[in-house]
């Protein structure tokens, strides 16, 4: 069975890094998509924290929002705002901090505030929202992004959420743990290089090559030492992803029917 | 204890030109019909305080009753841009938009500082972020105790506080519960607060550990059911995700905004007929 697009692909490679038993902090979209992908198969016991204040939510179908109403019905425990990031992420409840963004350098920092300069922005972005703590103070951070040149930069235009900053040792004398693990795109597995911190290839999907993921980043991407082929999608993560999209499209219709 | 005026009679005493408001929700619970009538009574030059800011503000910006943001994240959840907030903000239009961003937790932490009567509230945050370079608000400072760098931020009082609840009773006890993210601590961060509510009954009913603004913390409580549309009641409505869908489009350009604020909410008396004006054109 074919997978549907290349965001499903990626959506299924970010759902297996996720552990069962882990407490995962969620961004809505992509993240979350991964996330209860994962739930549903094999990390049924994942713990799922939404920045509006769901801890351990099961929701049966995707949020359009990151403050939907399912995630309240499904969850352990709703707690404020205030809370959520005081005692459970700057707490260090939070195993695994989950993320997209606009942009991303090569050492990992995100951008999800403006394209341009700060004053006069060629894009004005939606803004940090709980990115930053989260990229702070998760034990680690992955990323989820679409592999485009003018998303993989050299520089980000504006460092909204610190990755490992200018690289080597620069986070940890800043004063952060964690750090970004992994980044997940459309045509591979970006992970930072042990010494330097910069992103290198770990994994390249079936059917892309070398020179296809180089053309698509925005720096001289490099490679790791040893550079595997992502096991493609099996079949059981095809249906749940699939089950779990379908789901979600009936119960949008029936809503909408229902409002207007 | 608690007075219930109308919401236009509330919007005209508490809400006054150059005031900071914050109108809270976070997606669940946001106080569109309060925020309707301010734009209806034209306040100008507001400072505008909210975690997310979303359809409600891009309307009030648009139609110039703000000169200031403070927030965290400005987006049409789980939809994309806010149209007119970029307008503003790359364009200038209707007019220059000052901005001061925080993060969630950063103003989170700001307003529960407000309500505690500290002058700041501190975090773990910011350190290697190029916020604080374009925010005089966040600094850093070191703990005197562990030698900790932590982030401080400048707490904020809104001069009133605007939020949607579930229910009052009659003496103006607030009930909330679901998501209710920042709304307790904006609530008491106030020199005033209004409360919108679905309902008023005899009994609240509530657990101990509620969610409950008792009456005298409370300046008015405006009965407007279903004055959360298009965003959700938890055990109320569910949020009208169609509404945040389409706002895409009527955002994009001036006219097009321009003309559904004209016919959808500067024509309509109340909120009420607001809802309806946008049934009769859907069908």
Redesign the interface.
Known sequence: MPVSNTVDFMTIVAARRLRNHCTCFVG?GIPSKAANLARLTHAPDIVLIY????IGTKPDVL???????V???TADT?V???EI??YW??GGRVDVGFLGAAQIDKFA?LNS?VIGD????????????????IA??AKETLIIIPHEKRKLVERVD?????GY?DGGDA?EK???KGGPSMVITDLGVLVPEEETKELVVQQLYPGVSRDEIKEATGWDLRFAEEVSETEPPTETEINALNQLLERTRIA?EK??N??? | MAHFPSLSEAIRELVHDGDTIALEG???LIPYAAGHEIIKQGRRDLTIVR??PDLLYDQMIGMGCVRKMI?????N???G??HR??DA??NGWPHALEIE??????L??A??AGASGLPMGI?????????P??NKNIKFITCPFSG??LAAVRAINPDVSIIHAQKADRKGNVLLW?????Q??CALAAKNCLVTVEEIVDELDAPPNA?ILPSWTVHSVCHVPGGAFPS?V?DYY?????A?IEWDAISKSRETFSQWMETHIMKAKNFEQFKESL?AH??
């Open positions: 809505i920045e509006s204040g769901p949020p359009l929002s990151i403050g939907d109403g995630l309240a019905e709703v404020s705002t205030p990031f005081s992420l700057q920092n505030t700060y004053n006069s922005p060629k894009v004005r972005l939606p803004g940090a929202g709980g990115a930053p703590e702070a103070l504006f460092i909204t959420s610190a900053l986070r800043a004063g952060l949008r809503q909408q229902v409002l207007r | 976070f997606t669940h975690l997310t927030f965290a994240w400005g987006g959840p789980g939809v841009m806010l907030f970029r903000i790359e961003e925080l993060s969630h937790a950063a989170s932490v307003l529960t975090l773990r945050g910011f350190i290697g972020s190029d916020l370079k374009y900790d760098k679901g998501i209710i993210g920042v307790k601590e969610c959700y938890h569910e949020r009208n995700n169609a945040y049934s859907s069908t």
